[in-house]
């Protein structure tokens, strides 16, 4: 008697559009999901809630005093300098290069002949190489090959080398090479946002590809283009294993005088403080403070990028 | 391109034909643009090449870290020949040319002086850097059975690769037990249950994770996760393989997020039609239809983010402890090959064993890692051809 009448309760509860497996399947892949932002977001109040309290004007607008590790006199001017100069001298060296890899793969080169493939295996294996290797690689060719070789000749007979030592021009070029995939396939998507029929125009109107490329292309595509140069420095900003051995150094009196200078990091700072300290508890406040700074300035420039590029997308997907 | 071929009218940018006027200028850019396209290939290539070149030594068993050598009396460096003389003495071609008779004399007065000093023990003969001292066991004196040993900085140097290869895997593989279900629960749900608005919010959310540098995570991983997770499991040293682990799982989620999603992403329209049309719910379908068919990239992002895992530097350097122990076990502190590098190349001399034997595992690293990077590349392909219809 009792029997039917549980079968159409359920047969009632499943019509009803409830589903056990389904509710089970959506709950756990929800709950993965908002677990990764919930550590997201523990991670960055963490940051914030303790950083807070040792930021003060002084601490960033100060050089820091032989002992480092004094809440009283550190500062992060040397740091927040070098940061900045070894990425906007990476940016030198990487934009044009990859700027014009990412015109020849989207303007020139035919969809599948092998040396496109070839390029575009290159591209996505440079990404994945690790950091620490882009180190090994910076001391092994620009330190020891290029560096060695050009005191050599411009120096030959020098006591101490002006090249052949870890350096900030040795530094960033190792981080243009690191970061010239992401500059690639950033700008690759931003060319190929661009209406087919802006260059068939173009063209129809007489204009050589050359000029359709200088002086439609290319400039419709500067937001993408700059989102990925962005998104470059963001990331070299932050990147403390390829500078390592190629111009980081632990501590300089001075802020850097020329490119063959050695640099304070920020990056590196946060490693020093948070390994090399006699005091840990004493010295959390400026290390919590110090990897503000590095935060804000690595994500104020990953924030700009995304907004731009969900922009740029929403356009590409009205054009279409 | 109309200056060269003008006999033929090729298949221009396009579909658009090029005319036959000769044009220099765009001849000459497309040329440039090509070369300097081909910098990618260059510098992976370059790399290889300059990594390798410094290990080149131990790779071929040139180097030789014996502290027991045949000693060669001062009085006889008449007899022997120049070559001979220059790999004695250990110079390099150009040092040995700069360098007068008399400074040679001294140093092989140094030479013999070294020779007398050379500890007494019976490892002081061996060539440690050979490649069975990489690789395998050895009973050291005073131990009391064969052991893989990393002691790069001893009297005797010790370089046995093993304990680092060990302890990057104990990392990687917590990582991955630990980012993957989360990662690819976290793309599922992202790329077929949510709705858009919820997209538009996690999305950006999770690549707010990978701007997280990895010096940031290190650290918040040595000053609070280290702490949590030892208050959660009670283990003995609070720096090991399993913080590292969970530490680089955070590091890696982004990465196996975002290629999953993709792989998901690209999973035609028709196929999730089709199957709802069929009566499948959004579950069955996700589970049944769309995952299968993006499988491949699934893989793919697995296999990326062991890459990534392998590779990474600051994190384990950071969180692992630190300690060059031969050991299984997921909760002593252990060393990874990338913080090896990090932590002693700064202290080698330039050229020397260690030196060499750093570089060494760098190239291993590359391979490793390049490999992991070509097989993704390779699948992810594959995987574009068949859903795009062309087998």
Do not use: C
């Amino acid at each position: 008697l009792n029997q039917p009448a549980a079968r159409q309760s359920r047969r009632r509860f499943q019509s009803a559009g409830f589903d056990l497996a389904s509710f089970l399947f959506t709950g756990l892949t929800g709950a993965a999901t908002f677990l990764i932002l919930a550590i997201l977001a523990v991670i960055l109040g963490n940051i914030l809630i303790h950083g807070w309290a040792g930021l003060s004007w002084r601490f960033v607008t100060s050089g820091t005093e032989k002992d480092m590790f004094d809440v009283n006199k550190a500062g992060v001017l040397p740091m927040v300098f070098g940061t900045a100069a070894r990425v906007i001298l990476m940016t030198i060296f990487v934009l044009p290069v990859g700027v014009i890899t990412a015109v020849y793969l989207t303007e020139y080169a035919r969809m599948n002949s092998p040396i496109t493939r070839v390029i575009r295996g290159a591209v996505n294996n440079l990404a994945g190489v690790p950091s620490i290797v882009f180190g090994l690689f910076g001391l092994g060719f620009f330190i020891n090959f290029l560096g060695r070789n050009l005191d050599g000749i411009l120096h030959a007979g020098a006591a101490n080398p002006v090249w052949g030592r870890p350096a900030i021009l040795w530094a960033s070029l190792t981080l243009a090479v690191m970061t010239l995939p992401l500059v690639i396939v950033a700008t690759e998507e931003a060319l190929r946002a661009i209406p087919p029929g802006l260059r068939e125009a173009s063209l129809a109107l007489g204009a050589t590809k050359l000029e359709t490329i200088l002086k439609i292309v290319l400039p419709q595509a500067l937001p993408g283009i700059l989102t990925g140069g962005i998104l470059a420095v963001s990331r070299a900003a932050g990147e403390v294993a390829p500078i390592l051995f190629t111009g980081a150094a632990y501590y300089m009196a001075g802020l850097p005088k020329s490119v063959t200078d050695q640099f304070m990091d920020l990056g590196y700072h946060v490693f020093i403080l948070s390994t090399q300290s006699p005091n840990i508890e004493q010295t959390r406040p400026i290390l919590y403070a110090t990897v503000v700074v590095l935060l804000v300035l690595t994500f104020a420039l990953n924030i700009v990028a995304i907004l731009v590029r969900a922009n740029m997308r929403k356009k590409m997907r009205a054009g279409h | 391109m109309a200056s060269t071929n003008t006999g033929r009218r090729t298949e221009g940018w396009m579909g658009i034909h090029r005319g036959h006027r000769a044009r220099p200028l765009e001849w000459l850019a497309e040329k440039f643009i090509f070369g300097v396209s081909l910098s990618a290939i260059v510098m992976v290539f370059l790399i290889f090449l300059f990594v390798a070149r410094e290990a080149l030594p131990v790779l071929f068993g040139r180097m030789n870290s014996s502290l027991v050598q045949k000693v060669i009396p001062p009085g006889e460096m008449e007899k022997i020949p120049p070559a001979q003389l220059k790999e004695y003495l250990g110079l390099t071609d150009r040092q040995f040319k700069e360098m007068d008779r008399e400074t040679l004399q001294t140093l092989m007065e140094v030479k013999v002086e070294a020779a007398k000093e050379a500890p007494n023990d019976k490892d002081a003969a061996l060539n440690t850097t050979s490649w069975r001292y990489l690789l395998l066991p050895h009973q050291w004196t005073g131990y009391d059975r064969p052991e893989y040993i990393w002691q790069p900085v001893s009297q005797i140097q010790k370089y046995n690769i093993i304990p680092l290869i060990v302890g990057s895997l104990k990392a990687t593989v917590v990582a991955l037990l630990f980012s993957v279900p989360l990662a690819l629960g976290a793309a599922i749900y992202v790329s077929q249950l949510a709705t858009p608005r919820v997209r538009e919010w996690v999305k950006p959310g999770i690549e707010l994770l990978s701007g997280i540098p990895s010096v940031v995570l290190g650290f918040f991983s040595l000053i609070v996760l280290a702490s949590f997770l030892q208050g959660l499991f009670h283990y003995q040293s609070r720096l090991n393989a399993f913080t590292a682990g969970i530490a680089l799982g955070l590091a890696i989620i982004p990465v196996v997020f975002s290629i999953a999603e993709d792989a998901l992403t690209s999973v035609p329209r028709s196929y999730i039609q089709a199957a709802l049309a069929l009566g499948a719910s959004r579950w069955q379908t996700a589970w049944q239809v769309v995952l299968p068919a993006a499988l491949p990239g699934v893989f793919a992002a697995v296999i990326l983010g062991f890459g990534r895992a392998v590779g990474e530097t600051m994190v384990v350097l950071m969180a692992s402890g630190n300690a060059s122990i031969m050991s299984w076990s997921l909760f002593d502190s252990t060393r990874s090959i990338t913080a090896t590098i990090a932590a002693e190349l700064a202290e080698t001399v330039f050229g020397g064993q260690h030196y060499r034997i750093l570089f060494l595992i760098g190239v291993l690293l590359f391979a490793v890692t390049f490999i992991s990077n070509f097989a993704a590349d390779l699948v992810m392909h594959r995987l574009k051809s068949r859903l795009e219809g062309k087998h």
